[in-house]
């Protein structure tokens, strides 16, 4: 069991020091980890409600932070340039995330041009059930998303990477609020980009 916390928290520690120096970014994570933490809660009474919370609000504002406010050149803190903390990196990276990201827009498009999804579901006659099927769709998505890439994993690497990995995604909101809760403080202080005097 020490082994695989260590293993975890080693990952958490690489995702942090390799891949959140925006201050924008981190304040942007904290926002998408409160909006998922309240999507846990609904999933156990409204999946559909929880899917479209975690996709339309914590993914959006998540994915936005890596793919538009994180500085991509060299990486001084970690003396790594951007292309060889891809290669390295465990779960998604950018390349993934486009692919990801891409379905995640596409759900909707294939629900608008066919409600039946190939007959495979009960067209939806009104807009509150083609939301749910929606959120349903992206709930799908998401599960799907996080079991894929964890049997990758399991080829890749070795079963407990995979493991390990799954249980930072599924706690990342949780460490996300006690990691960047003071990053908005620091974004208007002006201070763009963290110090990272921790991980020098």
Known sequence: MNTFLDALEVQRWDDHRYYHHSRINQTLHLVSAISFVVAYGLLFVDPATAALLAWGVSMSTRQAGHFFFEPRGYDTVNQATHEHKEAIKVGYNLQRKRVLMAAWALAPVALAVDPSLGGTIEPSTTVSAWLHDLGMAWLVLGIGGLV?????????????????????????????????????????????????????
């Open 148 to 200: 894929f890439r964890v049997l990758q994993l399991f080829v890749l690497k070795d079963v407990r990477t995979g493991l390990v990995w799954m249980a930072k995604i599924l706690t990342d909101p949780f460490h996300d609020i006690q990691l960047y809760h003071r990053a908005p403080l620091a974004l208007l202080r002006g201070e763009l980009l963290d110090p990272m005097h921790h991980a020098r």
